[in-house]
């Protein structure tokens, strides 16, 4: 069973960047797919990105290019989120979450990472 | 970009009714990459369907997902006091989308 466990809850103040991490165990970390997704207080769910570790190669949302780097570190299991040039509609919580098997859908989540952007 | 619209935005029913949930999208979703997620308060999403129709480890068979194309319905058969929650379809070619939700709430 795979686990992604995220980094705590952060405050940053506008025009400042964020770095998330998502730590994977249960697996081999090399085969999964980490995908980034947000929710805004009371909104839906956007998916911003995803990378693929084996490969080291990262796709975006239109919404975020130029603002969001999606890195893996293999040695560790880690997938990391930097969000950069904050303003307050960043405010959200932010998931990772990964497929489980060939349909590349959402098995397994993370538990979230509160990020507030306030001055 | 493939657009998911759902409907209707809040369900309200009883314990032990039927939900029927639409999700429709702006252009023909391929294979069928069309998945159902449960959201409760505080929670990350939990999957559910896949694939339009295909359940996920541990769903309860009163959950259901049909469609094609652009049209897909997931079905409660009967609500459990579990069941309310808001419910997102997502389709997972790239880039994958969401569904704005559905909240299923107790009438």
């Known amino acids: 069973q795979v686990q992604l466990v995220q980094s705590g809850a952060d405050v940053k103040k506008p025009g400042s960047s964020v770095k998330v991490s998502c730590k994977a165990s249960?697996?081999?970390?090399?085969?999964?797919?980490i995908n980034w997704v947000r929710q805004a207080p009371g909104q839906g769910l956007e998916w911003m990105g995803r990378?693929?570790?084996?490969?080291?190669?990262?796709n975006y949302a239109q919404n975020f290019q130029g603002r969001l780097t999606i890195t893996a570190d293999k040695s560790t299991s880690t997938a990391y989120m930097e969000l950069s040039s904050l303003r307050s509609e960043d405010t959200a919580v932010y998931y990772c979450?990964?497929?489980?098997?060939?349909?590349?859908?959402?098995?397994?989540w993370g538990q979230g990472t509160l990020v507030t952007v306030s001055s | 970009e493939i657009v998911l619209t759902q409907s209707p935005g809040t369900l309200s029913l009883s314990p032990g009714e039927r939900a029927t949930l639409s999700c429709r999208a702006s252009?023909?979703?391929?294979?069928?990459?069309l998945a159902w997620y449960q959201q409760k308060p505080g929670q990350a999403p939990r999957l559910l369907i896949y694939?339009?129709?295909s359940r996920a480890t541990g769903i309860p068979d009163r959950f259901s997902g049909s469609g094609s194309g652009t049209d897909f319905t997931l079905t409660i058969s009967r609500l459990e006091p579990e069941d309310f929650a808001v419910y997102y379809c997502?389709?997972?070619?790239?880039?994958?989308?969401f569904g704005q939700g559905t909240k299923v709430e107790i009438k």
């Open positions: 979450a990964s497929p489980k098997g060939r349909e590349p859908c959402f098995d397994y």
């Open positions: 249960g697996g081999t970390f090399s085969n999964y797919t």
């Open positions: 990378i693929i570790p084996i490969l080291g190669i990262a």
């Open positions: 252009q023909s979703v391929s294979s069928s990459y």
């Open positions: 694939g339009a129709s």
């Open positions: 997502q389709q997972y070619g790239s880039p994958w989308t």
